[in-house]
Structures are given as structure tokens and as C-alpha cells.
């Protein structure tokens, strides 16, 4: 049995000899960096006992609009207790996985910086003041600077573990701990936002609020035809860098209900759109290629928007030749079955996903490639996922995507017709009333 060194101590473990271990510790000799360092469980064992208590983008935007000093030391402390909880929980997750896959030079350099913050954070005293609140939010600031290179780390570590646990319990955990970390990076950075407006020189604590397009990190009326339009401008720039500028790209059309608009954090809308466009332009693209009519118009992409009293519902549709056979069963997946050491290859091109919208990471392509009206006020994870070329595969788009999706309480399905096209949709809340979609406490079994 392999036991977790958060109970038993690194030496104190018992291997025996069932069918496959061989083979596990063959992996773990390969991928194996140096164990993380014993610690004593019993303040984890405090924290993880703690319930994470979930927000909504409706308490969000409330809560930022009428922004005072009590209301920000306010956020200040819900922060302050509410990361090392979430964070606990994960890192009790990570402490049931089998002492093979932990030792993953990724998934340890993972479990290192999550504790490390934890250690951090939870020492933090209660915020009282707003010269509190600034030191708090420089140890916020590089702790997100410090994470940017969890989710490329992470998805190396399950591709090469792939074979040291079931597939559904890896994509099982990959799934808990990615949902946990778009939640610490969404109260944390908001938290980030409202300081910054509190003290930007226009903010007047005591005036009345006014009509404003964000509040911290929520954008109050997003409009999926500006946001389709504006990434797909990106999108088509950056294939046209990737497959070059003589290459005919398939047209974006949109239509429905165009006006819809609803309250949703703009870098997750803009990763999503990214992902599922970026999907249907290097289909249709390849598609036009292997049948010999790279000089004809490809087919359009059709994008629908329908609004529904509670749902916004964004359909993109292609005729691409729909997903192949060999990989619809891994679609949704993080361990990429056939094709993995593919992947795991191009992973290592982003190091970290760090940078804002205008600047590319991966490759050489034209300035001016990547711009956007709502710039955010931070640099964000996703932006080097989301302006790498369409052509370097990561195999963790759509499952990404799927995450940002269920988030906040939305969905994103996907119907292939094979030899024809796909069909995805995303399904939006529209009155940014449901809560955050968190695994409340640690869920993973021991494996």
C-alpha cells in the first residue's frame, strides 16, 4: 500500500507487490523529483475542517458598487480566511493521491507552491486598516504571480502519471483542484480590483455610485456579439500568423439575439469563445487542406446567441469534419489517451500562463495581433493558453473550458457529426445570481 506522507511520514510507507507496481515504480523512476517534506497535519486538519463559503457574481457587483473602507476591510477578511481554506482542501486532496503520482516533479513543485501559500496566508492577521489591506495585497499579488505556472505543471504531471491511476480518478481530481483555483483567483483579483478603484483618484467613497461597466474584475452588461466578434478578429489574426497569410479563412458569422447582455467575469467568456473558435478555424482549415481546396472559400462558422429568461445560450457551429474517432472518447478529458506525448511536448512551449491579451508567448507573430478594449487590471492565467497559435495543441482547451463553463453555474456540450462539423454549446447564467460551483471539501478518495 501507498501510504500519503501527511499521516505516515516519508519513510514510513509499505510497498507490496500487486499486479502493475512494477510498472508504477518504472513511471515513478522516470518522473520522480524529490518528495515534499513531511509536515504535521494537525493545522492543515483545522482548515480543511472549515466550510468555503461560495459567492455570486450578483454579490460581487453589489457589494463592489457602493465601495467604502469598511466595505473593503471587509473584503480584506473574507479573503484573508477564505484562500487558505480553499486552499486546504485542496492540498488534503493532493496529500490521497498515490505516493507515485506525488512525487511527479510537477504535481510536487504544485504542492509545494500551494502550501507555501497556505503557510503565508493563513499567518495573516485580521485586516483593520487600509495600510493593513496594502500589505495583504502585496502578498496576494505574488502569490498569483508565484501560481501562474500551476495549470501548465499540472497538466504535465497527469499526462505523464497517466498510467499510474484510472483516468476518470485523475480527471476527477484535475477537475476539483482547476474549479478550486478559478475560485481563489476570482476573489482574490476582485479583491485586487476594488482596492485599486478605492484608491484610484476618481473614486469618491462618499458620492453616489455611478453607472459603471466593471465592478473589480465583473463586467455588468458583456455582450457575446462584441465578445464573438472582437476574439474572433484574434483568432483569425493569429491562424492567419500560424498557417500563413495566403491561407483562405472560413468567415464568422453571427445571429440571434445580439443585444443579450449579462454580468460575467470577461477573461473567462474571452478563454471560452477563444477556445471553441480557435477549434472550428484550424478544423475547417486542415479539413479545406487534406481535400485539396485550400484555394476555395471554406465554409462560414455560424455563431447563434439566444437569450432565454434565465440563460444566455451561445451555439458555435462549423463544418470542419467533426471531432475524430480516435479522440471523441478524450475529449473532455486531461490524460489524452493515443496522443499525449504529442501534447505533453507543446506544454512545454508555455511555461506559464502569464501576460496580458496583447502580448503572444508562443511564437513570433505580427504587433498589434492581439488587442481588446476592456484590457484587465491584472495579468491573468489564461493569456498565454489564449494567444498561443491555433496550431500548437494542448489537448486541454475544451476541458478547460468546460470548468470555466460549470463555474458559475453555466454548461458547455459539444455534438460532433462525423465527416460533417460540431456543434458546441455554452450555456450562460443570465442574472449572475448563482453561486460559485466549488467542491466544498476534500473530495478525492485515496487511490
Known sequence: MLRSWSHYGARTFRLTGRPG??????????????????????????????????????????????LTENRLISSANYVRTELPTRLAHRIRDMQTLPYVVVTNPHISQVYELYYKAFETLRRVREIQSL????????????????????????????????????????????????????????????????????????????????????????FLKCNAKEVVERIGKEVQALAAAAYGASTILPEIKLEGHLDATFPYILSHLEYIIGELLRNSIQAIVEKQAREGKAESKPPPIEVTVCEAPQHVIIRVSDQGGGVPRDILPYLWAFSKGPRSHQRLENLHQVPKMAATLQEVRVGEFP?????????????????????????????????????????????????????????????????????????????????
Request: charged share 25%.
Open 21 to 66: 507496481f512494477r510498472a508504477a515504480i518504472h513511471a515513478q523512476t522516470i518522473h520522480q523529483g524529490s518528495a515534499p517534506p513531511w509536515r504535521p497535519a494537525s493545522t492543515l486538519d483545522e482548515w480543511v475542517a472549515r466550510e468555503a463559503r461560495p459567492i455570486s457574481l450578483r454579490q460581487l457587483m453589489v457589494f463592489g458598487r457602493s
Open 367 to 447: 504587433k498589434g495581433v492581439i488587442t481588446t478594449p476592456h484590457s484587465p487590471l491584472h495579468d491573468n492565467s489564461l493569456s498565454s493558453l489564449s494567444s498561443r497559435p491555433p496550431n500548437l495543441r494542448l489537448g486541454m482547451g475544451l476541458p478547460l473550458s468546460r470548468v470555466y463553463a460549470e463555474y458559475w453555474a453555466g454548461g458547455l456540450e459539444l455534438h460532433s457529426l462525423e465527416g460533417y462539423g460540431v456543434d458546441a454549446f455554452l450555456q450562460i447564467s443570465k442574472l449572475g445570481n448563482k453561486n460559485e460551483q466549488l467542491t466544498m471539501r476534500a473530495s478525492i478518495d485515496a487511490v
Open 131 to 218: 495600510e493593513d489591506n496594502e500589505r495583504f495585497c502585496k502578498k496576494i499579488s505574488q502569490t498569483l504571480q508565484e501560481h501562474l505556472t500551476v495549470i501548465p505543471k499540472l497538466a504535465m504531471g497527469v499526462l505523464e502519471c497517466r498510467d499510474l491511476m484510472k483516468p476518470e480518478d485523475m480527471d476527477k481530481f484535475m477537475n476539483t483542484i482547476l474549479r478550486s483555483r478559478i475560485s481563489r483567483r476570482v476573489i482574490a483579483e476582485q479583491h485586487l480590483a476594488l482596492t485599486e478603484t478605492f484608491n484610484s483618484p476618481w473614486h469618491f467613497p462618499d458620492a453616489k455610485p455611478l453607472e459603471a461597466e466593471f465592478v473589480g474584475e465583473v
